[in-house]
């Protein structure tokens, strides 16, 4: 039997996986525990951002085989539906240089010459769903011009906590994977649109980590 850690960082996101199944926690995170498929499931709720995923990351995982993010994302110019994240970065660590800002792999030194800045993710097995680099940061990012930028970094995608449970896993030497459904475009209208389409986006995410909970 296998133990999934399974984040979200909204109940909307937490909810729409095996909806009204298994026991839930006490305790400074929602945690909801049950089995599947011969696989011990906790599904957590971390709430937004990289602290409050890598805190909980880092809380829940000492008896995890796997860490698995489900939720949504804002798109870089990717089709709706959901992805496979195959890479994560952080898009706000790094070095800030005269006339430009320097990314570096979260943790590295942000100094002098810098390698690959992503985590890379468990290997797909076989869901079929279109793969993706995700740049993660502290912000909500509603600006064509941002979103530019972020694109720049060949991020398809982008939200605020993948890449930081993505660090939790690389140091504490565990696999990860990460599952995210659009809500919207990283643009002017963005707010509006995450809103409205939340709910959906997290049942079209939902749906997808069962089927990967099903193959593993």
């Not at 839930?24 to 696989?39: E, K, Q, T, Y």
């Not at 599904?43 to 409050?52: E, P, S």
């Not at 030194?109 to 769903?129: K, Q, R, S, V």
Request: charged residues 20%.
């Amino acid at each position: 039997m296998a133990a999934i850690l399974i984040l979200a960082a909204l109940p909307e996101e937490a909810g729409a996986l095996f909806p009204d199944t298994g026991l839930s926690d006490d305790g400074p995170f929602a945690v909801r525990r049950l089995a599947i498929r011969h696989h011990s499931l906790a599904i957590a709720t971390c709430g937004l951002g990289k602290v409050n995923a890598a805190l909980c990351a880092g809380a829940l995982a000492a008896d995890a085989d796997l860490m698995l993010m489900t939720g949504t994302c804002g798109s870089l110019g990717a089709a709706p539906g959901a992805w496979w994240i195959a890479e994560a970065l952080q898009h706000d660590y790094g070095a800030r240089l005269p006339g430009r800002f320097h990314r570096y792999r979260a943790g590295d030194w942000p100094m002098g010459p810098a390698g690959a800045a992503h985590f890379a993710a468990m290997p797909d097995p076989g869901l079929g769903l279109p793969h993706a680099r995700i740049a993660s940061g502290d912000a909500f990012v509603a600006c064509p011009d941002a979103a530019a930028d972020l694109a720049a970094l060949g991020a398809a995608l982008v939200d605020m906590e993948v890449a930081a449970v993505a660090q939790v896993a690389a140091r504490l030497g565990k696999p990860w994977a990460a599952i995210k459904a659009v809500t919207d475009d990283a643009n002017g209208d963005s707010a509006g649109d995450f809103h409205a389409n939340l709910v959906r986006a997290a049942r079209v995410a939902g749906r997808e980590v069962e089927r990967l909970v099903a193959l593993i």
